[in-house]
């Protein structure tokens, strides 16, 4: 149930709000005009790898999910593209990891085939099948920077001019429009964890 989610959500973020280094990033969605406490939840990790093939930081394992009653409304795509707006304007430069020297990298398993639309959609390449270190088979996918920005999904909110704001830990409250040629408004440094994202570019729920 997502009330459950929910509760392991808050859970999560505080356990993780003090790792050293930082390597996950758990936000709480609100989208605008809703009454309820959270719409959903979003994540980030940074994983302190390098892949070998390109000699880049490997970031990723993005995750996200709703409430039921936003579920295929096209709010996941936007969820997503907050993500990497937020990623790259603040989470990696907040590690002193330069977003250009990082690879976006994820899995899915082979039967969500919605996952791997969405990957995909997002400038991710299919890198490796049956991982190994996994107990049921997964679709490996990687995607730079500039895949992402320039991927139809992405371009697409950039195009809507898809505003955001987020809330962070220690109160410090920032804002930005998705797309690299739109800076980000804040100001304060030196802060941590995402507590609320709110997504404000689609009009109302009726």
Request: net charge positive; glycine share 4%.
């Amino acid at each position: 149930p997502f009330q459950d989610n929910a509760q392991k959500f808050f859970e999560n973020a505080v356990n993780r709000k003090n790792e050293s280094p930082r390597q996950s990033f758990w936000m709480a969605i609100k989208l605008k005009d809703s009454n309820a406490p959270i719409d959903g939840i979003i994540m980030m990790t940074t994983k302190g790898e390098i892949d070998p093939k390109n000699n880049k930081k490997i970031i990723g394992q993005s995750g996200v999910f709703l409430s039921p009653k936003f579920q295929k409304k096209g709010y996941v795509a936007e969820a997503k593209a907050v993500l990497f707006d937020l990623t790259y304007k603040k989470l990696l430069p907040s590690l002193n990891i330069a977003p250009d020297d990082t690879v976006y990298q994820t899995e899915c398993h082979p039967l969500n085939t919605a996952s791997q639309r969405l990957q995909q959609s997002f400038g991710g390449k299919l890198q490796q099948n049956n991982i190994s270190n996994f107990s049921h088979p997964r679709l490996r996918y990687q995607a730079n920077k500039e895949d992402i920005y320039n991927s139809k999904s992405m371009l697409k909110q950039i195009n809507r001019n898809l505003h955001w704001s987020a809330i962070m830990d220690n109160g410090e409250k920032i804002s930005s429009t998705v797309g690299l040629q739109n800076p980000l408004k804040n100001n304060n440094k030196n802060q941590n964890l995402c507590k609320i994202l709110k997504l404000s570019g689609r009009p109302k729920l009726k």
